[in-house]
């Protein structure tokens, strides 16, 4: 049974920081890229930053630049995303994604809340 679970989201005040995880179950993690999507109430699905399967390569919206960053340990089955400088308009439910040409894999979100 295929799982992601991902925790460690929560109430932060503007400027403090928040360390997502993502742990996988159920497949071979270490041969997928991850990715971290977000959505907020009202809008679209955000992609938020993606690391390839062995880690080497990230890449991240523009609007998490210099912010935000996503890492993974393939012997823990685990991928982070570290999220510095808070501000209100990161609010949102974070999602943990394998990408999959047969249908993605989900977690069921973890919230952060961005508030004074």
């Known amino acids: 049974q295929v799982q992601l679970v991902e925790s460690g989201g929560g109430l932060v005040q503007p400027g403090g920081s928040l360390r997502l995880s993502c742990v996988a179950s159920?497949?071979?993690?270490?041969?997928?890229?991850m990715n971290w999507y977000r959505q907020a109430p009202g809008k679209d699905r955000e992609l938020v930053a993606t690391?390839?399967?062995?880690?080497?390569?990230?890449n991240y919206a523009d609007s998490v630049k210099g912010r935000f960053t996503i890492s993974r340990i393939n012997a823990k089955n685990t991928v982070y995303l570290r999220m510095n400088s808070l501000k209100p308009e990161d609010t949102a439910v974070y999602y943990c994604?394998?990408?999959?040409?047969?249908?993605?894999?989900w977690g069921q979100g973890t919230q952060v809340t961005v508030s004074s």
């Open positions: 994604n394998a990408p999959r040409v047969t249908g993605d894999y």
């Open positions: 159920g497949f071979t993690f270490s041969n997928y890229a």
């Open positions: 690391i390839s399967s062995a880690g080497g390569y990230t």
